[in-house]
T-cell receptor, first 113, second 109 residues
Framework: DGGITQSPKYLFRKEGQNVTLSCEQNLNHDAMYWYRQDPGQGLRLIYYSQIVNDFQKGDIAEGYSVSREKKESFPLTVTSAQKNPTAFYLC????????????FGPGTRLTVT | KNEVEQSPQNLTAQEGEFITINCSYSVGISALHWLQQHPGGGIVSLFMLSSGKKKHGRLIATINIQEKHSSLHITASHPRDSAVYICAATYYNFNKFYFGSGTKLNVKP
């Protein structure tokens, strides 16, 4: 059945290491998004992609990078330049960018020590 | 400025109570979304509306365009409704969501 998946659910890394979070969707959606959520705070947009081979920075893109080589996949790399990488990361997709319902993945909880 | 404000921030209710969560936004939205985040972290979309009212089971979402205000109501609340409820707005010419800070609801048996 169709959906959006993220892996792994929990991820632990040492400070200074880059880490890549996976996001895959089989909904045939053009747009995909990465959000960060910190305890007690709202969702903040890191990057989004409206179409394959295109992506735009969101509100907190510093220290992150993405690629969109396939429609189904939108991996997020948390680089060592990200000062406070420990957070809950959510991926979402929608049929197109803009005022369309977003479908969320289950999230990846990243802990960096 | 494309802000979305929610209230209350926290809400505790007894099972069976009628619950209202409020959301206010700036002018010119193309749609208002209500989302539910479960304790495990997963988020589901409950409603997307640009006018009037929508109902799904015990959940009702309304929007007043003139007052720039939306409400999410839960009738006959149940402990399984305990979650964080988030409103988000999409604005014309902006390809992203603007999120409220969320309302944490705890329904006690």
């Amino acid at each position: 059945d169709g959906g959006i998946t993220q892996s792994p659910k929990y991820l632990f890394r040492k400070e200074g290491q880059n880490v890549t979070l996976s996001c895959e969707q089989n909904l045939n959606h053009d747009a995909m998004y990465w959000y960060r959520q910190d305890p007690g705070q709202g969702l903040r947009l890191i990057y989004y992609s409206q179409i394959v081979n295109d992506f735009q920075k969101g509100d907190i893109a510093e220290g992150y990078s993405v690629s969109r080589e396939k429609k189904e996949s939108f991996p997020l790399t948390v680089t060592s330049a990200q000062k406070n990488p420990t957070a809950f990361y959510l991926c979402a997709s929608s049929i197109r960018a803009g005022s369309y319902e977003q479908y969320f993945g289950p999230g990846t909880r990243l802990t960096v020590t | 400025k494309n802000e979305v404000e929610q209230s209350p921030q926290n809400l505790t209710a007894q099972e069976g109570e009628f619950i209202t969560i409020n959301c206010s936004y700036s002018v010119g939205i193309s749609a208002l979304h209500w989302l539910q985040q479960h304790p495990g972290g997963g988020i589901v979309s409950l409603f997307m509306l640009s006018s009037g009212k929508k109902k799904h089971g015990r959940l009702i979402a309304t929007i007043n365009i003139q007052e720039k205000h939306s409400s999410l109501h839960i009738t006959a609340s149940h402990p399984r409704d305990s979650a964080v409820y988030i409103c988000a707005a999409t604005y014309y010419n902006f390809n992203k969501f603007y999120f409220g800070s969320g309302t944490k609801l705890n329904v006690k048996p």
